[in-house]
């Protein structure tokens, strides 16, 4: 079966630190509190992350990034977000379009200063939004680091409100915008992200009808992130069946990441769809394809036809849906990048 190279376009694969001590640690019994008292969780690796050289950074992304080129990934997207500090933010953004250089794969990165309140602003989440606003994206467009800005729009980060001035100011350096919204509740940001005309809106297992809605209305993808659905052993489904009948496309991630989504298997997620949230496996295989590379704004990439990029996968199957079916690694049997064969004979 020859399908268009995979596109994976959530991630947040460049990190510092570890955090197999602290999933070991909950298992064993501790509280999140008491996690968080050693210092653990997206502290940390914010921690750890600024404390990395480049160097040190890249050399622990590459081989999570070789992991999804193996596995078929030709177009992946990778956001910053633990630097939370204009120099360390941009470093994470270098560090991710190195990667690009190194291994034959398209990165496209995105800045995501608006993910989480770092310690020397708290009680001041204003304070850093303007930080991000008026110091982290001018310089991020300046170098050309940035592809994209996300944000975090939830409770534990960032109100619609602030996230709002933060599109507001990606938008005034020309630069595209997505949002991780609606994943433990449903504040509209979504709906507001879409009156925005953002690329998409990922995670949404909250999203209402009116967020799809204006989802619908702009264009929206849905970004489906069954990874971290799982490791958060969350309850809540994302309205698939809604978002089929409105007509809004729906992509399929990793979310590969430190804390919510150590998983840099894009087939899993495939299979996760399916499973978990009654995706087709045709849905599935569109969402890390056509639809993954609409929710970076390669519109008509990820498609296999005359006009396309030359990024194909030839796998060992019968029929596509066995790539959803059976979680199987071993199936890439040869990989095209951009007219060459990168995987195979
Ligand atoms: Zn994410």
Redesign the pocket.
């Known amino acids: 079966v020859m399908t268009p190279g995979l596109v994976d376009c959530?991630t947040?694969l460049v990190f510092g630190g570890a955090r197999a001590d602290e999933f070991e640690a909950r298992l064993e019994g501790a509280s999140y509190e008491e996690i968080a008292r050693r210092g653990g969780g997206i502290l940390s690796t914010v921690l750890a992350t600024r404390e990395a050289s480049e160097q040190t950074l890249f050399n622990a992304a590459l081989p999570r990034l070789k992991a999804l080129v193996e596995e078929g990934v030709t177009t992946v997207e990778i956001?910053s977000g633990y630097g939370l500090d204009v120099a360390n933010e941009l470093k994470m953004l270098r560090v991710a379009r190195r990667l690009g250089e190194e291994l034959p794969v398209h990165v496209l990165t995105t800045l995501l200063g608006a993910h989480a309140l770092p310690p020397e602003y708290e009680n001041d989440s204003d304070g850093y939004i303007e930080l991000v606003c008026n110091e982290m994206i001018p310089a991020a467009a300046a170098e050309g680091l940035a592809d994209a800005v996300d944000v975090f729009c939830e409770k534990i980060a960032f109100s619609v409100a602030q996230c709002e001035r933060v599109f507001k100011a990606a938008q005034a350096h020309g630069l595209p915008i997505k949002a991780?919204a609606e994943q433990l509740s449903n504040l509209g940001g979504a709906a507001m992200a879409a009156r925005h005309c953002a690329l998409s809106a990922?995670?949404i297992e909250y999203l209402d009808d009116a967020g799809i809605a204006a989802m619908r209305e702009a264009g929206s993808v849905a970004v489906i992130?069954p990874g971290?659905f799982h490791t958060l052993r969350e309850t809540q489904q994302p309205p698939i069946a809604g978002l089929r009948e409105a007509g809004v496309p729906m992509a399929v991630a990793t979310?590969a990441?430190p804390g919510s989504s150590p998983i840099f298997m894009p087939t899993l997620m495939l299979n996760l769809a399916c499973t978990l949230f009654r995706m087709t496996p045709q849905e599935a295989l569109a969402g890390m394809t056509a639809n993954g590379a609409a929710a970076l704004g390669l519109k008509g990439q990820g498609q296999l036809h005359e006009g396309a990029v030359a990024d194909l996968c030839v796998w060992d199957i019968e029929t596509p849906a066995e790539l959803a079916y059976a979680v199987q690694p071993g199936r890439l049997r040869q990989r095209v990048y951009q007219g060459e064969l990168t995987h195979g004979r």
Request: charged share 30%; net charge negative; proline share 0%.
């Open positions: 959530h947040h956001k991780h990922d995670h992130l971290a979310d990441n």
